[in-house]
């Protein structure tokens, strides 16, 4: 099941699927406003300095959590936190998450944690005896206490017994030790003054009293590694140089100095004396590698990825936005829409929700930048108006276009006043006056091709002020006698009085075939999921579009919103509209799963058939194999993810 789970996350992962919690606000930084590394305790796992932790989700998968720790320890598997305010955090096979009860932490060790009271904490609960306590030590499964009156505790890692504690000393000045350090039989005490004094609970005198041997006097930081055939210390000096410990006899002498480090403050041990990491006094690390240095720096954003749920919308849609971090540590990050800076050229067109979604207001091609960590992407969407505009005209080779509803439709105003109209779209200003060739625009005098006319539901212009305003590309069509205003990819249709008749003639029969059939809703129009309804007739309208009437089970009558012929017969043919089918006889799946559906959820156990009525297809699927199993990950447009073992949802990431 592990191998199964770590190939799911696996997939996720090259699928570009990670969890991030919320953002907080910044602290230490860099210069260039990222946060430092505040420590590190093995590859990948890095908390920094703003109390975000970078770690690893069963070793395999790379995840961020912005948060408030401010202490860890653990490896690449699982480790434990002390947030800035005292509270414990843990993780493994997850991210971060609080240990219910356990607050007012003082101090954070391997698998101990020591509380602002005085009492020393495990997994276990409240560990015995121990009161009073002011520093502690683990390491190697050892674990040592000092408390506040001196006495010096030690439990050995093969101890029988895990609540009886030998005392190694009595320490006469223990308030001026600033750390213990505990590996295997050894306890170092780090001093204030830089004194460091190990008592090893082997090394003792004829009358089994262990014996204090001083190993350094400037010392700033230290750390313990396993070695053979001594533990070796590594001991950071007021000087900012790094030494070691040697052999047996030497053990309580620096006799080696790490060369090429300087100007280091404290050492996170990786994997022994020649492979360790080294903070420097300007706040940054590096990687200490058999006397090589290597620089490592915080994961950083790299590339984004935008998405939105349309490129190509209606005037009136509402867009999602998914944003995606990729880090330089190979991370993806899902983003808040909120939580990055969009910015759109044409905000008139479109405009930015305060819940980071877009409301399309009008036809045109528009450009949505969005930056997130100092990285920008733009891309084009291209808005287009669902329903038809009517009254243009074609008259010697100059089309006519009815100047309110079109310029509104761009997302522009128009006003009146003394037979002068003033419109606006955008930055762009123009006045014309019905029968006037003379007119203007953004306050510049300019003659027009041909005069407006005055007609009596509106003042027609003539398409080349359009085009000389806003660019628009406007083309009359013959078969259908309609003006279509174009902008890339964006798109606009206006009728004629002579286009509806056009268009019922020339599909008079086409789309009769479906009246008198029966379907079952599935998407469409926020109308009841999986009820029955009937087709009774398809009408069209003066625009040229037709309208779809149904007639539920119950004899009420529902309209579709006007739309093409060819748009008639894509909805009804379209399982994401509409079943031809009873989709409940079809599939006996329980009344469980059916309200699961009907509300749009997805849960664990669900097959893929069940997770493709409720979300619909996939944006992209990746398939992979573990331990005779076949493990299929979809990931949807917003990033959202599901992954089905041998066809049942294993793994849901909203």
Same mark, same amino acid.
């Given at each position: 099941?592990?191998?199964?789970?770590?190939?799911?996350?696996?997939?996720?992962?090259?699928?570009?699927?990670?969890?991030?919690?919320?953002?907080?606000?910044?602290?230490?930084?860099?210069?260039?406003?990222?946060?430092?590394?505040?420590?590190?305790?093995?590859?990948?796992?890095?908390?920094?300095?703003?109390?975000?932790?970078?770690?690893?989700?069963?070793?395999?998968?790379?995840?961020?959590?912005?948060?408030?720790?401010?202490?860890?320890?653990?490896?690449?598997?699982?480790?434990?936190?002390?947030?800035?305010?005292?509270?414990?955090?843990?993780?493994?096979?997850?991210?971060?998450?609080?240990?219910?009860?356990?607050?007012?932490?003082?101090?954070?060790?391997?698998?101990?944690?020591?509380?602002?009271?005085?009492?020393?904490?495990?997994?276990?609960?409240?560990?015995?005896?121990?009161?009073?306590?002011?520093?502690?030590?683990?390491?190697?499964?050892?674990?040592?206490?000092?408390?506040?009156?001196?006495?010096?505790?030690?439990?050995?890692?093969?101890?029988?017994?895990?609540?009886?504690?030998?005392?190694?000393?009595?320490?006469?000045?223990?308030?001026?030790?600033?750390?213990?350090?505990?590996?295997?039989?050894?306890?170092?005490?780090?001093?204030?003054?830089?004194?460091?004094?190990?008592?090893?609970?082997?090394?003792?005198?004829?009358?089994?009293?262990?014996?204090?041997?001083?190993?350094?006097?400037?010392?700033?930081?230290?750390?313990?590694?396993?070695?053979?055939?001594?533990?070796?210390?590594?001991?950071?000096?007021?000087?900012?140089?790094?030494?070691?410990?040697?052999?047996?006899?030497?053990?309580?002498?620096?006799?080696?100095?790490?060369?090429?480090?300087?100007?280091?403050?404290?050492?996170?041990?990786?994997?022994?004396?020649?492979?360790?990491?080294?903070?420097?006094?300007?706040?940054?690390?590096?990687?200490? +590698?058999? !006397?090589? /240095?290597?620089?490592?720096?915080? *994961?950083?954003? &790299?590339?984004?990825?935008? @998405? $939105?749920?349309?490129?190509?919308?209606?005037?009136?849609?509402?867009?999602?936005?998914?944003?995606?971090?990729?880090?330089?540590?190979?991370?993806?990050?899902?983003?808040?829409?909120?939580?990055?800076?969009?910015?759109?050229?044409?905000?008139?067109?479109?405009?930015?929700?305060?819940?980071?979604?877009?409301?399309?207001?009008?036809?045109?091609?528009?450009?949505?930048?969005?930056?997130?960590?100092?990285?920008?992407?733009?891309?084009?969407?291209?808005?287009?108006?669902?329903?038809?505009?009517?009254?243009?005209?074609? +008259?010697? !080779?100059? /089309?006519?276009?009815?100047?309110? *509803?079109?310029? &509104?439709?761009?997302?522009? @105003? $128009?006003?009146?006043?003394?037979?002068?109209?003033?419109?606006?779209?955008?930055?762009?200003?123009?006045?014309?006056?019905?029968?006037?060739?003379?007119?203007?625009?953004?306050?510049?005098?300019?003659?027009?091709?041909?005069?407006?006319?005055?007609?009596?539901?509106?003042?027609?212009?003539?398409?080349?002020?359009?085009?000389?305003?806003?660019?628009?590309?406007?083309?009359?069509?013959?078969?259908?006698?309609?003006?279509?205003?174009?902008?890339?990819?964006?798109?606009?249709?206006?009728?004629?009085?002579?286009?509806?008749?056009?268009?019922?003639?020339?599909?008079?029969?086409?789309?009769?075939?479906?009246?008198?059939?029966?379907?079952?809703?599935?998407?469409?129009?926020?109308?009841?999921?999986?009820?029955?309804?009937?087709?009774?007739?398809?009408?069209?309208?003066?625009?040229?579009?037709?309208?779809?009437?149904?007639?539920?089970?119950?004899?009420?009558?529902?309209?579709?919103?006007?739309?093409?012929?060819?748009?008639?017969?894509?909805?009804?043919?379209?399982?994401?509209?509409?079943?031809?089918?009873?989709?409940?006889?079809?599939?006996?799946?329980?009344?469980?799963?059916?309200?699961?559906?009907?509300?749009?959820?997805?849960?664990?156990?669900?097959?893929?058939?069940?997770?493709?009525?409720?979300?619909?297809?996939?944006?992209?699927?990746?398939?992979?194999?573990?331990?005779?199993?076949?493990?299929?990950?979809?990931?949807?447009?917003?990033?959202?993810?599901?992954?089905?073992?041998?066809?049942?949802?294993?793994?849901?990431?909203?």
């Amino acid at each position: 099941m592990r191998k199964i789970l770590q190939t799911i996350i696996a997939a996720c992962l090259m699928m570009g699927v990670v969890f991030a919690g919320p953002g907080i606000a910044l602290n230490k930084v860099f210069a260039d406003g990222e946060p430092q590394i505040e420590d590190i305790i093995g590859k990948n796992i890095y908390l920094l300095s703003d109390g975000t932790l970078w770690s690893m989700v069963d070793g395999n998968r790379i995840i961020r959590t912005p948060g408030n720790i401010a202490t860890v320890v653990g490896n690449e598997y699982f480790g434990l936190g002390m947030t800035k305010d005292g509270k414990l955090v843990e993780w493994g096979v997850s991210g971060p998450r609080p240990v219910e009860g356990q607050t007012g932490l003082k101090q954070l060790v391997e698998d101990y944690w020591l509380k602002m009271d005085g009492t020393v904490w495990n997994k276990v609960g409240k560990l015995k005896g121990l009161e009073g306590v002011s520093l502690i030590g683990s390491g190697d499964k050892a674990f040592a206490a000092l408390k506040q009156n001196g006495e010096l505790l030690y439990l050995d890692a093969n101890s029988s017994s895990r609540d009886k504690y030998r005392k190694l000393g009595t320490i006469t000045d223990a308030s001026s030790v600033v750390s213990l350090t505990v590996f295997n039989s050894r306890v170092e005490l780090l001093y204030s003054s830089g004194t460091v004094i190990e008592y090893d609970a082997f090394n003792f005198d004829d009358n089994a009293q262990i014996i204090p041997v001083q190993v350094a006097s400037d010392a700033v930081h230290l750390a313990i590694t396993a070695a053979h055939p001594t533990d070796i210390m590594i001991v950071t000096r007021r000087d900012g140089t790094v030494w070691f410990t040697g052999d047996y006899r030497d053990r309580w002498k620096l006799v080696r100095q790490a060369t090429g480090l300087g100007n280091v403050v404290k050492t996170a041990v990786y994997k022994g004396a020649d492979l360790f990491y080294a903070k420097r006094t300007d706040g940054s690390w590096v990687l200490y +590698d058999d !006397g090589e /240095v290597k620089p490592v720096d915080a *994961p950083r954003v &790299q590339s984004v990825d935008v @998405t $939105v749920s349309e490129s190509k919308p209606n005037v009136g849609d509402t867009l999602s936005v998914g944003i995606q971090e990729t880090y330089t540590n190979k991370s993806k990050i899902k983003v808040a829409p909120s939580a990055a800076n969009m910015t759109v050229d044409k905000p008139y067109l479109l405009k930015i929700q305060s819940d980071g979604k877009l409301k399309v207001t009008g036809v045109g091609e528009i450009q949505l930048t969005v930056t997130t960590s100092g990285i920008s992407k733009t891309m084009t969407i291209s808005a287009s108006l669902r329903n038809n505009l009517k009254y243009a005209k074609q +008259d010697k !080779g100059i /089309v006519y276009l009815p100047a309110k *509803p079109v310029i &509104q439709a761009l997302g522009g @105003t $128009v006003a009146s006043a003394n037979g002068t109209i003033t419109a606006t779209i955008g930055d762009v200003t123009m006045t014309f006056k019905a029968g006037d060739f003379n007119a203007s625009l953004n306050g510049t005098p300019i003659k027009l091709k041909a005069a407006p006319l005055a007609d009596k539901t509106d003042t027609l212009i003539p398409s080349s002020l359009l085009t000389d305003a806003v660019g628009a590309r406007v083309q009359w069509d013959t078969t259908w006698k309609e003006a279509v205003i174009t902008f890339a990819s964006a798109k606009m249709t206006v009728v004629s009085t002579e286009t509806a008749v056009l268009i019922k003639k020339a599909m008079q029969g086409s789309l009769v075939k479906y009246i008198g059939k029966s379907y079952w809703i599935n998407g469409f129009q926020q109308w009841d999921r999986f009820s029955k309804v009937t087709v009774s007739d398809i009408a069209p309208d003066e625009l040229g579009d037709f309208v779809i009437i149904f007639q539920s089970a119950g004899g009420k009558t529902l309209k579709s919103y006007p739309m093409s012929s060819s748009s008639v017969t894509d909805i009804l043919t379209d399982e994401g509209y509409f079943f031809s089918y009873d989709p409940k006889k079809k599939y006996a799946w329980s009344a469980s799963i059916w309200s699961q559906i009907k509300a749009g959820k997805v849960s664990l156990g669900m097959t893929k058939e069940q997770v493709r009525f409720s979300w619909g297809a996939p944006a992209g699927k990746s398939t992979a194999t573990a331990a005779g199993k076949t493990i299929e990950t979809w990931v949807y447009r917003d990033f959202s993810t599901v992954s089905f073992v041998n066809g049942k949802a294993t793994f849901i990431l909203y």
